[in-house]
């Protein structure tokens, strides 16, 4: 009987040191960042760039003091759960979504883990927050607030002549869709004839746009994730016509667009790192408002607009070149 208890006192001593070294390292451990986004492409990719940047210039180094657990769902939604829930049951101090979706799963996935939006366009209409003030739960972050009054009137500088602007975007990105509204909105009170095109997939694009270019003189295109991925598709199809594509990111200037007033997405992720540096040191995302990131910079691809034979409105190039980007 001695011996019995002896051994059950052995095996509660070991059970006990057991759980005890595991609390120890999980208190201990290093902190998981996790990183969710819905696909590649230059401007995603931007904001991913810039916020492991900020990161850095804050201390905080992947495989050092911080673990960076990325996972990228390559396009396809379904997969956008599943690396939500591993995110969350990985024990991650705090996450990033980037896109609408990425960041709609990972707070459909937890109620509890601090989430940092990562450039998101219309977070209350996607139900991620209460207000941009007052977020009111575990999401906070960075909203993209495309500058799109500024971009139809500098579409309007460089084709004074139009009679018609083709405006195309994903109809299932709530983003897109969010910008879009806005665009035709302020389409109507400067009084410009846009015509309003929509895609369900990148398979779409070649189609539609085809279509749209025979009715339009140029084309408007918000920070739209699915033809950001494809403007290549866009960009030959507008140029086989002769036709300027006015889009709403940086990135997609430099794949072929000519101009925009555009937000930096390498900027709007060292933002979001810095929520997420914050709230690494504590600080809860129900406190932190919204940061309503408007900075937009103009940028002129200078070689697609000569292409064109488009004539650059007076001033506009030496702006470029003094408070955005020229590309030549």
Do not use: W
């Amino acid at each position: 009987m001695k011996r019995i208890v002896a051994m059950i006192t052995i095996l509660i001593v070991i059970l006990g040191g057991y759980l005890g070294l595991t609390r120890f390292q999980r208190q201990h451990r290093t902190p998981v960042v996790g990183v969710l986004t819905m696909m590649h492409h230059p401007a995603l990719d931007q904001i991913y760039r810039g916020f492991v940047a900020d990161l850095g210039e804050a201390g905080y180094h992947n495989g050092k003091n911080i673990k960076i657990e990325y996972q990228n769902a390559n396009g396809d939604q379904a997969n956008l759960k599943t690396m939500a829930d591993k995110l969350v049951n990985d024990h991650a101090k705090v996450v990033l979504g980037i896109t609408t979706p990425a960041a709609q799963s990972l707070a459909n996935a937890s109620k509890s883990t601090p989430i940092v939006m990562g450039g998101i366009g219309d977070p209350v209409g996607a139900r991620l927050v209460k207000s941009l003030r007052q977020p009111g739960g575990n999401v906070t972050g960075v909203q993209s607030d495309n500058p799109v009054g500024q971009q139809l009137k500098l579409a309007k500088h460089f084709l004074p002549h139009a009679k018609a602007l083709g405006l195309i975007y994903t109809s299932s990105d709530p983003s897109a869709e969010y910008q879009a509204k806005m665009m035709i909105a302020d389409a109507k009170k400067m009084h410009i004839n846009l015509k309003v095109y929509t895609i369900a997939s990148a398979n779409d694009l070649n189609q539609v746009s085809q279509q749209m270019l025979t009715q339009v003189d140029g084309v408007m295109v918000p920070c739209d994730n699915l033809i950001a991925g494809a403007m290549k598709t866009l960009v030959k199809n507008a140029d086989a016509a002769h036709k300027p594509v006015f889009p709403g990111a940086d990135t997609m200037v430099k794949d072929g667009g000519v101009t925009s007033i555009s937000l930096d997405q390498y900027d709007m992720g060292k933002a979001a790192a810095k929520m997420t540096v914050q709230i690494l040191k504590g600080k809860q995302p129900q406190d932190m408002p919204v940061n309503d990131y408007q900075h937009g910079k103009p940028i002129l691809n200078l070689q697609q607009a000569k292409k064109l034979g488009l004539t650059i409105p007076s001033g506009f190039q030496q702006e470029a070149a003094q408070h955005g980007t020229v590309i030549k």
